[in-house]
T-cell receptor, first 112, second 111 residues
């Protein structure tokens, strides 16, 4: 069982470049989430999608856009990367709103 | 969302029970208590959750006080692989189940 798959695992960007982080889940979950984790900190929610066709802002949405492509896939886009966006990005999914979230292994993103 | 307070760190002897406290004095009636852990820099792993009653699964037990203002996660027989950061989270009852991760408790299981 793959669970939640994130690609790429590592990426280095230059300031101003754009990039899309991909996330796919094979558990037929309705809800999907994007978090970032800065060194020594807890995770912070960027965007979430409660169900296919809907997306909403989380705690730190500025500088990001998301697309819920279908039930399986939820992508996160950085239009113009900034050094402050250097972080580890985690995607998660859950069956329904109050069910536990399952996390991917993360994408480690460095912006120079 | 209700805020949670956890000790920043604690040590535990291998084979002994680990009791991790969490304060959530402003929790509302429809908020669940969730516990996750994060080993090294891996993605967080779900452990257990509850609303009012105590819960037990193959990983841990969750004890919630009657007034729901605090809870304790119990790892019955800690192993070295349980060394991790443990997060206590209360979640609002709304679409999206947004989790707010605080600083967590860094648990070190020692031989």
């Amino acid at each position: 069982n793959a669970g939640v798959t994130q690609t790429p695992k590592f990426q280095v960007l230059k300031t101003g470049q754009s990039m899309t982080l991909q996330c796919a889940q094979d558990m037929n979950h309705n809800s999907m989430y994007w978090y970032r984790q800065d060194p020594g900190m807890g995770l912070r929610l960027i965007y979430y999608s409660a169900s296919e066709g809907t997306t909403d802002k989380g705690e730190v949405p500025n500088g990001y856009n998301v697309s819920r492509l279908n039930k399986r896939e939820f992508s996160l886009r950085l239009e113009s990367a900034a050094p402050s966006q250097t972080s580890v990005y985690f995607c998660a999914s859950s069956a329904e709103w109050h069910q536990p979230q399952h996390f991917g292994d993360g994408t480690r993103l460095s912006i120079l | 969302d209700a805020k949670t307070t956890q000790p920043p760190s604690m040590d535990c002897a291998e084979g002994r029970a680990a009791n991790l406290p969490c304060n959530h004095s402003t929790i509302s009636g429809n908020e669940y208590v969730y516990w996750y852990r994060q080993i090294h820099s891996q993605g967080p792993q779900y452990i257990i959750h509850g609303l009012k009653n105590n819960e037990t699964n193959e990983m841990a037990s969750l004890i919630i006080t009657e007034d729901r203002k605090s809870s304790t996660l119990i790892l019955p027989h800690a192993t070295l692989r349980d060394t991790a950061v443990y997060y206590c989270i209360v979640s609002i009852k709304a679409a999206g189940n947004k989790l707010t991760f605080g600083g967590g408790t860094r648990v070190l299981v020692k031989p």
